[in-house]
């Protein structure tokens, strides 16, 4: 799980947003509109007659690190907005990863795993893979619940939710961020302007479910950002020297240019494998 160390391009205005309907309660407690494409399959990556992506994750699957132990009877609960990079931002946000790998060359895409150094020589297969899939916000911590906890904690974090105006979140900053245990380093993206006090606001509601679930809350001082690659270990300070040279480029004088934009359109709850729409629904 992440841990802080301090989600549709659109570039239209706060009023604009503002003008928008409330986002009502889904009734809908399964999987996510099959209109929304999911990742390619990792089998697409390896070409023929050649050991591949998915050898390599079958090799090294021992690696992966639990937040938490796993026990018969617990399901994982993560609490998130979606987030879907906008097309036209991909590309140079490909760059960058691609000059992060050369100097950090264990980077993996986060979910999937498959290290970035296996994408660089394909310009599009490296934005297909890293960036054309869904990444989320954290709302909550990842914790365990019991199954008798699921239906009060989806129920209860419909009725906090269920009306929520629509806005825009800015995505501003690289940022680095290392996981409670420090087994991770992630490469991030954080939201440090328009959508932080929107965010806050519903991590808040999260908190008081959380609590009534006798559940740990979230950090004291949220930063609302998206992850898309990880290391092993705390490699914390090798990433950020990366990160501060590229953020120059995107810092002038006293204002600081917006990475790509997206609209909130949802906040999701997975328990386990299933997925429960708590407000909104998926873009289309």
């Known amino acids: 799980m992440e841990a802080l160390i301090a989600s549709y391009g659109d570039t239209s205005s706060d009023s604009e947003s503002d003008s928008q309907p409330p986002l009502a309660a889904s009734d809908d407690n399964h999987s996510p509109p099959p209109s929304i494409l999911p990742p390619p399959p990792i089998d697409l990556l390896n070409p023929p007659n050649s050991s591949g992506t998915f050898d390599y994750l079958q090799r090294n699957s021992a690696s992966r690190i639990r937040s938490f132990p796993h ?3 617990n399901y994982a609960l ?3 907005i979606p987030v879907f990079i906008p097309s036209e931002r991909k590309k140079e946000l490909a760059l960058f990863l691609k000059k992060a790998t050369s100097v950090i060359p264990d980077l993996h895409v986060v979910d999937i795993d498959v290290p970035l ?3 660089l020589k394909d310009e599009e297969k490296l934005i297909q893979v890293a960036l054309g899939r869904e990444f989320h916000i954290s709302l909550g911590r990842t914790v365990p619940i019991r199954v008798h906890q699921i239906d009060s904690m989806v129920a209860m974090l419909r009725q906090k939710l269920q009306f929520q105006k629509r806005y825009l979140i800015d995505f501003n900053k690289w940022e680095v961020f290392v996981n409670d245990d420090q087994t991770r380093t992630f490469l991030s993206v954080e939201n440090t302007t328009r959508g932080v006090a929107e965010v806050t606001k519903q991590i808040q509601a999260v908190n008081e479910v959380y609590k009534l679930h006798n559940l740990p809350e979230f950090y004291k001082d949220p930063r609302p950002h998206i992850s898309i690659a990880w290391g092993v270990g705390d490699i914390s300070e090798s990433v950020k020297r990366v990160v501060e040279g590229e953020m120059r480029k995107y810092v002038g004088g006293m204002s600081t240019r917006c990475m790509f934009t997206c609209k909130f359109s949802s906040i999701v709850c997975k ?8 407000c909104g629904s998926q873009p289309q």
């Open 71 to 73: 026990i018969e009877g």
């Open 78 to 80: 993560h609490v998130y």
């Open 117 to 119: 150094s296996m994408l």
């Open 271 to 278: 328990v386990g494998s299933k997925t429960y729409n708590i």
